[in-house]
C-alpha cells in the first residue's frame, strides 16, 4: 500500500530535550516536505526536499533541522524544543505536484 | 509571498444541498491547486488535484475549477450528505513551495 509513515504519532517531551520524528514514504517521491498545523494559523511549511541531500526552508524553518540521505526517509530534528514548538506536524510527499501527507504527529512540549 | 484565502470559514448546510466552497490566491505564478478533506485530529486527504494549464476537475459528485488569472478556485460538492462533513483545503503550489489557505468547515445537518 502506497504511504507515507510518520513516528511517533503522539509525543510529550520538555523544554530542551532533543527530539527527531520520522518520516517515510514508499512510492519513490523525490519530493517530500513538512508542515505544522496551528489553530487560526492553519498548516504552514516548514522544510522541504527536493531530492537527496537537497533541503530548503519553508515559511517557519527557525528552529528546525532536517536531512535527506535517502529517497524514502526525511526525518525532522528539534535539537533544543521550545512550548511554542507545540503543534500537529505533517510531513508529505508528492509527484507530480499530488501530495500525500502522512498521519501527523501530535506534540506537546512543556 | 503566496497569500490563500478560503471564504466562508464555516458553514452549515441542510442534506441534499450543493456546496461552494471558495479559494483564492494572490500570485497567479502557481503549478497547481489542490483541494483536500481533513477530518478532526486526522491527516488530509486528497480530493482533487488541478494542474495550472487546467480549468477544472471531476470526481464523482466533486467539481473543482481554477481560474490563475483571478486567483481563484472553487469546489463544488453535489447533493451534500452528513459524511461530506469536514473541513476542506485548498493549498496552491509555485516555486517548489506550498502555500494552505485556513480551510472551510462544512457541517451537513441531515
Known amino acids: 500500500e502506497a504511504q507515507v509513515t510518520q513516528n511517533p504519532r503522539y509525543l510529550i517531551t520538555v523544554t530542551g530535550k532533543k527530539l527527531t520524528v520520522t518520516c517515510s514514504q514508499n512510492m519513490n517521491h523525490e519530493y517530500m516536505s513538512w508542515y505544522r498545523q496551528d489553530p487560526g494559523l492553519g498548516l504552514r511549511q516548514i522544510y522541504y526536499?527536493?531530492?537527496?541531500?537537497?533541503?530548503d526552508k519553508g515559511d517557519v524553518p527557525e528552529g528546525y533541522k532536517v536531512s535527506r540521505k535517502e529517497k524514502r526517509n526525511f526525518p525532522l530534528i528539534l535539537e533544543s524544543p521550545s512550548p511554542n514548538q507545540t503543534s500537529l506536524y505533517f510531513c508529505a510527499s508528492s509527484k507530480s505536484g499530488e501530495q500525500y501527507f502522512g498521519p501527523g504527529t501530535r506534540l506537546t512540549v512543556t | 509571498k503566496q497569500e490563500v484565502t478560503q471564504i466562508p470559514a464555516a458553514l452549515s448546510v441542510p442534506e441534499g444541498e450543493n456546496l461552494v466552497l471558495n479559494c483564492s490566491f494572490t500570485d497567479s505564478a502557481i503549478y497547481n491547486l489542490q483541494w483536500f478533506r481533513q477530518d478532526p485530529g486526522k491527516g488530509l486527504t486528497s480530493l482533487l488535484l488541478?494542474?495550472?494549464?487546467?480549468r477544472e476537475q471531476t470526481s464523482g459528485r466533486l467539481n473543482a475549477s481554477l481560474d490563475k488569472s483571478s486567483g481563484r478556485s472553487t469546489l463544488y460538492i453535489a447533493a451534500s450528505q452528513p459524511g461530506d462533513s469536514a473541513t476542506y483545503l485548498c493549498?496552491?503550489?509555485?516555486?517548489?513551495?506550498?502555500?494552505f489557505g485556513k480551510g472551510n468547515q462544512v457541517v451537513v445537518i441531515p
Open positions: 493549498a496552491v503550489e509555485g516555486n517548489n513551495r506550498l502555500a
Open positions: 488541478i494542474q495550472s494549464s487546467q
Open positions: 526536499s527536493m531530492n537527496v541531500e537537497v533541503t
